[in-house]
Structures are given as structure tokens and as C-alpha cells.
């Protein structure tokens, strides 16, 4: 159970092009979904945090024009690199809350995205 | 906000020998601190998690131990083996949800 499907597994893409990420709960609800980035050998870095049917809450120094989050509902929450550049090029990795009190996340397989 | 860190960045052990991992965190709100391990290109994957209210967890080789008051927490791998080769990840949540990483440990387990 508590399996979160993420889509694309990796993406290449022109430098000024946009390209969405897609997370979906398979089999629970996901009421909050947490977006990562991760650069090569280093850490998990939260970016923003997206609550269903409400705007996304971003961290200090993440652009929220650049890395667009929608969670229109229970089930898929969307990131979408705007205008995607070189320096965008990162793992990017979803998690799902699958606890009822907050405990216990699963994570996404990852997007590799790749700039050119 | 949270802080975590995380020592050592790389360890190196021998097929069968102990591996211990340590993280401190700042926010004596975490509550829930749990343990991922991610191997080359794939996602993290939960090994073992303890919350606030237990200082210790185990499930077989691998177990974890939490020290509230001093706000340290430690991985500690038993009869390691080299598929526990890779990058282990702690972290620490408080009840929004939102997860602070610590910045991984690469065990490599020698045959």
C-alpha cells in the first residue's frame, strides 16, 4: 500500500521549454505533497510544500513562478519548470503524507531531468 | 528552522562489521525522525523510523536509537553485508509534515 507513482522517470528538455512532473496516489488520498530537488551527492531539498485545493507553500529561495505546483486533487499534485534552464537540471522527487497524523511519507520514484 | 546534520559523510566497513550512523537535530518539535537509504538513481527508500515517544527501535540487522533530551538520533547496522552499500539519509518532521534531510552518509561494506 501507500504507493506514490511518479511520472516522467526522466525528461530531457531545451533550455526555454516548460516540462510538468507528475505525482499520483495510487491507493490512499494525499491530502499534503512534499516536492524535492536533489543535485548530485547531495541532500534531499525541500522545495515546496502543496496542500490540495490550496496554493502551494514554497521554500526561502525557491522561485514559485519558475516551479509552478498544483494539487487540484486527493490523488495528483503537478510541478511544472517553467522556462527551464541549464542550472534546472536536477532529481527532482515527490512525497506523500500517507499517515493520519503526519507520520510516514513515501516517496515518488524521481524525475531526472536533464536541460540542454 | 530545523537543522539536521549528519556524521559521518562517508563511512567504510568491513563484510560483517558494525556501522553506525549519527544525526543531531535543533527543533525540539521534530517528532518523527526516520531513515532512508537510496541506492545510485532511485528514490529513497524507509528502512526505519522512531517516534518522539520511543528510544529505541529494532527490525533485524538494522536499528535506531533516539535521544530526545540531547537531540540526537543514530542508525546502527549489524553484520553488515555489501548490498547495505549506499547513501543513507536521516531526517526529522514535526507534525506539519515537512521533513528536514540530513545530508547522507555513503557506507561502502567491503567484501
Known sequence: ?116 | GENVEQHPSTLSVQEGDSAVIKCTYSDSASNYFPWYKQELGKRPQLIIDIRSNVGEKKDQRIAVTLNKTAKHFSLHITETQPEDSAVYFCAASTDAGKSTFGDGTTLTVKP
Request: proline share 3%.
Open chain 1, 1 to 116: 500500500g501507500a504507493v506514490v507513482s511518479q511520472h516522467p522517470s526522466w525528461v530531457i528538455c531545451k533550455s526555454g521549454t516548460s516540462v510538468k512532473i507528475e505525482c499520483r496516489s495510487l491507493d490512499f488520498q494525499a491530502t499534503t505533497m512534499f516536492w524535492y530537488r536533489q543535485f548530485p551527492k547531495q541532500s534531499l531539498m525541500l522545495m515546496a510544500t502543496s496542500n490540495e485545493g490550496s496554493k502551494a507553500t514554497y521554500e526561502q529561495g525557491v522561485e514559485k513562478d519558475k516551479f509552478l505546483i498544483n494539487h487540484a486533487s486527493l490523488t495528483l499534485s503537478t510541478l511544472t519548470v517553467t522556462s527551464a534552464h541549464p542550472e534546472d537540471s536536477s532529481f527532482y522527487i515527490c512525497s506523500a503524507r500517507t499517515g493520519f497524523l503526519g507520520y510516514g511519507y513515501t516517496f515518488g520514484s524521481g524525475t531526472r531531468l536533464t536541460v540542454v
